[in-house]
């Protein structure tokens, strides 16, 4: 079911619909005309009370019986939201846990990499590239891997990209947080690999595949819990029992579950204090035992409790009191051996197990009736033999009960008519026991302390129900096997407060947790990994307060994912006598390369009021077949104590990554070396994408580069998907350059105080197709008062900062934002956002002009003279002829009247090669057609060339300072923009900040 509610807070839906079997991303395609999955989502959405990520909704299907909650997110929020897409909303659980991989961004979704401080799964990305010297959060190259290396540590391992090319990466720089790796001891392992590098050797290039339906559960629990569910009441309610043989009596009003019948299978646990005394070549266990005998060498038991938890082997059972074995011997030897016409039956017996004995056959000899009476008789109670001609009954043992051997039925012709009866002497149920490991080595010691509670009984503790109503239970022993031990000796007489009974996991119905396939679609493995985790620790907790080992089972069943054969089972046992969380990571190896579906259950009891045994699935991983190389500078990371860190660190891995590269040299690429010039990264640009340095203005950028290295101006950026233009732009930027291009060669420019008109053209009516067009614009209320520069500063920590740059008077009102991409040190951001600050307040004309062809020798950014026919500005014509004195003074005669009526005046003129010479001081000629001049170079008249254009005026207004910045062909003219040029706009260029 969805239901959208028309607020973030509302209480009550506005609309409803029923939906099941479909994806949350699919219906909102088919329903939403305008959602875009990958653009920020103005709804949040929670599915059974769950926030779910919005890069999660294209694969989160909507199951029958699921509540979906689409709420409209109230306006300001959407960078809140934003900043949740990459990662998963904050689960309180326990430190020993760790996040969910952040996810990779939807398509379309831009990941500010500079400044982005966790380590991300960027699928389908481009691989960043790093220039000069960043702080880098490395991506993901696989499946980060974090298992159990022991109960309380937790192993991450993760293999990352550093970026294309190559690095310097400083041991000390490579950090999780602000936290050194290297300050982390033998806790934290890293290794640097160059690219092409053989990864296939270390263990955190291999790809475990995470499968997410295991893990973390909406309700806040660690993993998903794993049952073994049977139709009875598990576990009993009773405090106090009394225990006789057989039989289990409740006290007081406690009555046994009223849905107990007498097809239960019980694991009981009764716990009794035992001391171990170590020894060689065996310890031995002492304490009373009569609640596992009668045992013989040889046979497996199991202990709990204390840390002695587990299986063992029977070496040797050593009463106190050996006792003796009771007897029956006949008073004469069998009067026949062949019972064929005459057959007998009689029963024999000690205790409550009486065997009936019939003889209907010729057994020829004594050893022939012996042998047919020894396979009728009850194991482990009594046995026959001969003795000197008559058949003597004898009790097995030891231990021995003291009870008389009972006889009856017809036996004469047996035993004759009157046997005699000797009853033995009981063994005592305190002893020592001797045991060995299930592998056969001797048990020398156990770890104590002692003296301590175990519980002891045959594998698996089980007891078949006998009868059972509201206060007494008679209950069977049961073998190994499943079978009823009618040789036990039944509990011994007491009350007791120290047990655990449950129902076996025999009885209980399938409980399984699944299946779930184990790797994605189309992949096979051949190992997987899966996660357990205890998260009120695995212990007994005794009514006096102490505490006591216990165990827990767990079966995990794998086959091929759609086939219908027969599964295959493995059990896992954990032992552990702690409170403390605590978790266990196994492998599991499959017969063939297959696509996998597993299950898994608890069995076993599970937790009580005494018992600490609740055990989550906390993880599931598949082993597929990972790349051993890579095209791009990798970094493995293992954290051994990954618990002894924060769960939101995790994924902040980071590393300084220092960029090595050619370096810019007068005449093209120098030996490659660490490096944050801006010119170096320019250059690795343009060779990236083919140019050829005959394409590069190597003297421009060479220039450059020295000039921005002596003012200490580098380029430190990690550069996503964008395009090469854009990227130069990027670099050249961070130097206060541009790009432009000039005969199809790469021209960085830069702009900054000139003092001649060093390029480009001079342009006034005599080569202007149409008037000079000039704008002034005028301070007004919505004119910025300021800059603020957002910048990352390398110096605090990598942190994304804003510096204020005023004038004198600004208020700050209306601020300019500039965000500076590369910039990392504070005086160069500074110096930036003050030559904006400049440029605001002192480019204020702007000029247009046509004119032919000549416009292309000019360049973006030409410092260039502009001359308008503006009464009291500058003149301009063209000149006819000139002469020179022996002082060096030139007479030039041009085609205008000059207009010397005020001020001092100076001209200049354009050379052939359309470049400006000049300005000189300039005195009035014989005539108004006349100037007088002592240039620095002669003028050239050239027949065969348009003559020089004069360019005359005022010292101070003669021309139109400017700068070009745009410069269009339109057939055979062509159309330019400029803007004027004013010194004080690098007043701050070289000044430092406050």
């Known amino acids: 079911m969805i239901r959208i509610f028309g607020s973030f807070s509302a209480e009550t839906p506005d609309e409803q619909y029923d939906v099941a079997g479909v994806t949350l991303g699919a219906w909102m395609r088919e329903n939403v005309p305008e959602y875009d999955p990958a653009k920020p989502q103005p709804i949040s959405a929670e599915i059974n009370g769950r926030i779910v990520m919005p890069v999660r909704w294209a694969r989160t299907k909507i199951r029958q019986g699921d509540v979906v909650d689409l709420r409209v997110m109230p306006a300001g929020l959407e960078q809140i939201f934003l900043g949740w897409q ?32 966790a380590n991300t799964a960027r699928l389908g990305s481009v691989v960043p590239d790093v220039a000069g010297s960043c702080r880098r959060y490395p991506d993901y190259l696989l499946p980060p891997r974090r298992y159990f290396t022991g109960p309380r540590t937790q192993q991450l391992e993760t293999l990352m990209c550093i970026g294309i090319g190559d690095y310097s990466v400083p041991t000390s720089e490579i950090r999780i947080g602000d936290t050194r790796l290297d300050a982390l001891g033998q806790e934290a392992e890293y290794q640097v690999y160059d690219a092409g590098a053989y990864l296939g050797i270390d263990s955190a290039a291999e790809w475990w595949q995470p499968v997410t339906e295991v893990g973390g559960t909406s309700s806040g629990s660690a993993g998903l819990d794993l049952d073994s569910t049977t139709a009875y009441t598990a576990t009993p309610t009773v405090t106090t029992l009394d225990f006789n043989g057989d039989q289990i009596s409740t006290t007081g009003a406690q009555v046994w579950p009223a849905d ?118 009850i194991p482990g109670t009594v046995e026959a033999e001969d003795a000197s001609g008559v058949v003597r009954f004898v009790e097995i043992g030891p231990p021995y009960a003291g009870n008389p051997i009972q006889l009856g039925g017809s036996y004469s012709s047996v035993l004759g008519s009157s046997p005699t009866f000797q009853t033995g002497v009981a063994t005592s149920a305190s002893g020592s026991l001797e045991l060995n490991m299930p592998g056969g080595a001797p048990v020398t010691s156990l770890p104590g302390p002692w003296p301590g509670q175990l519980a002891l009984g045959l594998v698996g503790m089980r007891y078949d129900v006998d009868s059972v109503d509201s206060t007494l239970l008679i209950v069977q022993r049961l073998t190994e096997a499943g079978d009823v031990d009618a040789g036990w000796n039944g509990f011994s007489v007491g009350q007791s407060t120290e047990f655990n009974i449950t129902v076996d996991e025999s009885t209980a119905e399938s409980g399984w947790t699944g299946p779930f396939a184990a790797c994605p679609d189309g992949e096979t493995t051949t190992v997987l990994e899966v996660d357990l985790f205890f998260p009120r620790g695995l212990v007994r907790l005794r009514s006096d307060g102490d505490q006591d080992a216990t165990d827990q089972r767990v079966e995990f069943q794998w086959r091929e994912q759609g086939s219908t054969g027969p599964w295959n089972t493995v059990e896992f046992v954990y032992v552990n006598n702690t409170t403390d969380q605590i978790g266990y990571t196994e492998r599991i190896n499959l017969s063939a390369a297959i696509r996998p579906e597993i299950r898994a259950r608890r069995t076993g009891g599970g937790g009580s009021s005494k018992f600490m045994k609740t055990v989550q699935w906390y993880g599931l991983k598949a082993r597929l077949t990972a790349p051993s190389t890579y095209p791009w ?71 450059l580069d020295q000039f921005w290295a002596a003012r200490g101006e580098y380029f430190d950026y990690v550069f996503d998907e964008t395009t090469v233009r854009d990227a130069m732009g990027v670099c050249l930027k ?49 004119d910025a008062d300021g800059v603020d520069v957002e910048f990352v500063n390398r110096d605090n920590n990598w942190t994304t900062e804003t510096i204020e740059c005023r004038l004198p008077g600004d208020l700050g009102v209306k601020a300019e934002k500039l965000k500076l991409d590369g910039v990392t040190g504070y005086t160069q951001a500074w110096r930036i956002g003050m030559r904006r600050r400049m440029e605001i307040e002192y480019r204020r004309w702007n000029y247009e002009f046509g004119t032919e062809l000549e416009g292309l020798n000019a360049s973006y950014l030409s410092y260039v003279p502009l001359l308008d026919d503006l009464p009291k500005y500058g003149q301009s014509s063209l000149l006819v002829d000139f002469t020179e004195d022996s002082s060096g003074e030139f007479t030039l005669q041009v085609t205008e009247p000059m207009d010397w009526s005020s001020g001092s005046h100076v001209v200049a003129w354009r050379r052939a090669d359309g470049t400006v010479a000049g300005p000189w001081p300039a005195e009035p000629g014989p005539t108004d057609y006349h100037i007088l001049v002592t240039p620095d170079e002669p003028p050239e008249i050239n027949s065969g060339m348009e003559p020089p254009h004069v360019y005359f005026g005022d010292v101070d207004r003669w021309c139109f300072p400017a700068l070009i910045t745009a410069i269009e062909p339109q057939g055979l003219e062509t159309s330019i923009t400029a803007v004027n040029y004013d010194e004080r706009v690098y007043n701050y260029d070289d000044a430092l900040p406050d």
């Open 260 to 377: 107990w019948d007498d097809t239960l299978i019980l694991r009981i646990e009764r716990f009794k204090t035992y001391s171990f005394i170590n020894g060689s070549p065996r310890g031995a266990l002492q304490g009373d035992f009569s609640d596992l005998l009668p045992i013989s060498p040889g046979d497996r038991i199991e202990i709990t409790g204390q840390g002695a938890s587990g299986i063992y082997v029977v070496h040797a059972y050593n009463a106190n009191t050996p006792g003796s074995a009771s007897t029956c011997t006949g008073s004469a030897p069998p009067s026949t051996f062949d019972f064929t016409s005459a057959a007998v039956t009689f029963q024999v017996g000690i205790g409550l197990n009486i065997s009936s004995v019939t003889l209907d056959n010729d057994y020829v000899d004594m050893p022939g009736l012996i042998s047919a009476i020894n396979t009728q008789l």
């Open 86 to 117: 990459g990662r998963e909303a904050f689960r309180a659980i326990t430190n020993l846990l760790v996040p969910d991989i952040p996810g990779a961004p939807a398509p379309g979704q831009s990941l500010e990499l500079a400044s982005l401080k």
């Open 633 to 703: 500078k990798t970094l493995t990371v293992k954290l051994k104590g990954a618990t002894k860190l924060s769960s939101q660190s995790e994924n902040q891995i980071n590393v300084l990554a220092n960029r090595i590269l050619p370096t810019v040299t007068p005449t093209g690429w120098g030996v490659p070396a660490e490096t944050r010039s801006i010119g170096a990264f320019f250059g690795y640009i343009a060779r990236s994408v083919g140019y050829t340095l005959q394409q590069i203005d190597i003297d421009r950028l060479y220039e």
């Open 734 to 782: 961070a130097g206060l350059a541009s790009l432009t291009q000039e005969d199809g060669t790469l021209v960085p420019v830069r702009d900054g105080p000139r003092t001649t008109f060093e390029s480009g053209q001079g342009f006034s009516p005599q080569n202007m197709t149409g008037p000079l067009r000039r704008q002034f614009t005028s301070r007004s209320p919505s």
